[in-house]
Structures are given as structure tokens and as C-alpha cells.
């Protein structure tokens, strides 16, 4: 992302890139990996929190009034939910699931796979 901002000094993206780089020191700092053992964050999770905390980064942000206004309700909606989608989130662990083929899996059954929060979903889908 900073190389787009380098080429096209597009401002948007520099807040962009600014914010996500917050978003992964807190994914870091907070220890927010995934894990290979069952009834801890997998991937699903932890693309959560980074969805959250890039949300609050954007939130918090004062150089995009848009970007804040837009993110605001979202960073709010993660934060109101987090335990209800980590829930969601490690309930769909444990059970062998079929996608319809390793390299070129099914469409629909991967999302299926891929996105089991309702919560999360909604508010991702929302945007």
C-alpha cells in the first residue's frame, strides 16, 4: 500500500496504509496469531481482529473526515460484538468440512467455510 502512495500520492491510501500499519502493531502486540489448536483464534480469527482493529484505526484517524465517519459505526459494531463473533468464530472449529476440492474449491462452500459469523458477516457486508 505505501508503494501505491509513493506512485500516485493518493491521500486516501496513505491513510490507508497508515492505519493498517497500526492495526498489525495491535494484531502483534495483543498476540492476536492464529493458532492450530482447537478452541483458539484459527485464521477466521484472526483476519477478525485485524478487520477490528484496522476499523478502529480508521475510526480514530483525523486526516479522511469521510474515512472516520464511514469507519466509526463499523469500529463500534466489532467492539460491541467481539465476543459474540469469537464465539460464532471457534464454534466452527473442530469438524472436517468439505470445500469441493483443494485447488480449485467450491465458491459458495468455502464462504460457507470461511465466513461462519452471521455477526461478523453482517457488518462486513453492511459496509
Not at 25 to 45: C, H, M, Q, T
Not at 51 to 60: N, R, T, V
Amino acid at each position: 500500500m505505501e508503494m501505491i502512495v509513493d506512485n500516485t500520492k493518493n491521500d486516501k491510501a496513505a491513510v490507508l496504509a497508515e492505519t493498517l500499519d497500526s492495526a498489525i502493531a495491535k494484531y502483534l502486540e495483543n498476540g492476536r496469531l492464529p493458532s492450530r489448536k482447537v478452541n483458539e483464534i484459527d485464521n477466521r480469527g484472526s483476519t477478525f481482529y485485524l478487520a477490528l482493529y484496522w476499523a478502529q484505526a480508521l475510526a480514530a484517524q483525523d486526516k479522511d473526515k469521510s474515512m472516520k465517519e464511514r469507519f466509526i459505526p463499523v469500529a463500534k459494531a466489532l467492539e460491541e460484538n467481539e465476543a459474540k463473533i469469537t464465539e460464532e468464530l471457534l464454534a466452527a472449529q473442530g469438524n472436517p468440512v468439505d470445500i469441493g476440492g483443494y485447488y480449485i474449491p467450491d465458491e459458495e462452500l468455502a464462504t460457507k467455510v470461511m465466513r461462519p459469523s452471521p455477526t461478523f458477516n453482517a457488518i462486513i457486508d453492511k459496509m
